[in-house]
């Protein structure tokens, strides 16, 4: 198993430019595997982790419904911000400057292939890192995406997941707010839950965060968590 992982920031990047990017790293990661299942080889694949971060962007999920996005064209267009259809779970959701948006492309062969454990282990390394800042957060059962508050009337998401995996490689990721201007989820119905808010590090602590060194707990609390070899 090769645990060593690369690590990317590609800073503020459009989305279409990332999830181009993002697809030829899927893509040369499974050909490896399948090369090896018809040869009969075991050449290592490699692991990716990237974070981004996006102008203002929603995307819908393949299990998505269009109707929880509340905008047309043109208040696409006054809001600044574009709207794709993806090919990863879950339903809508927001990418903005402020956030973190993590994508591990991962082969999941050199850690462990259960994809319920790997939302879960994605979940774990923000609610740690949100520990070193003294919120309190878990999850809500019956959801994906990391939660303060989930036991009560008051529960709010901070994190929201979406993944895709084949042949047990993972592309797409999570996204976790840290600065992001709120405001534009209340252009959608976040992951399709009408009835719950959404908040942000900011939000929580009363003022904007330093997020280079939100990234850096965060990535140190995935590498822990998965046992990985971080390069850059």
Not at 5 to 33: C, I, T
Not at 124 to 153: F, M, Q, S
């Amino acid at each position: 198993m090769n645990r060593t992982v690369v690590f990317e920031d590609w800073g503020l990047l459009d989305y279409q430019e990332a999830w181009n990017k993002q697809e030829a790293l899927f893509a040369e990661v499974v050909a490896k595997k399948t090369k090896n299942r018809l040869e009969g080889t075991a050449l290592p694949t490699t692991n990716y982790l990237v974070f981004t971060e996006h102008p203002h962007v929603y995307t819908l999920g393949k299990s998505g419904k269009p109707e929880n996005l509340l905008l047309d064209e043109r208040g696409l267009l006054e809001r600044q911000a574009t709207f794709y259809k993806i090919n990863r779970g879950g339903d809508i959701t927001y990418h903005g400057p402020g956030q973190i948006v993590g994508y591990p492309i991962l082969d999941l062969d050199n850690f462990f292939t259960d994809i319920h454990l790997y939302l879960r282990t994605l979940e774990e390394a923000v609610i740690r890192t949100l520990a070193d800042y003294g919120i309190e957060a878990g999850r809500y059962p019956g959801y994906t995406g990391v939660w303060l508050d989930a036991d009560n009337d008051r529960a709010r998401k901070i994190c929201a997941l979406g993944v895709r995996a084949s042949r047990w490689v993972t592309m797409h990721g999570f996204a976790f707010n840290v600065n992001a201007d709120l405001d534009y989820f209340g252009n959608i119905v976040p992951c399709g839950i009408d009835d719950k808010d959404v908040t942000s590090m900011q939000r929580e602590l009363g003022g904007p965060q330093d997020i280079g060194r939100v990234k850096a707990r965060l990535k140190s609390h995935i590498a822990d968590l998965f046992g990985m070899e971080l390069i850059d």
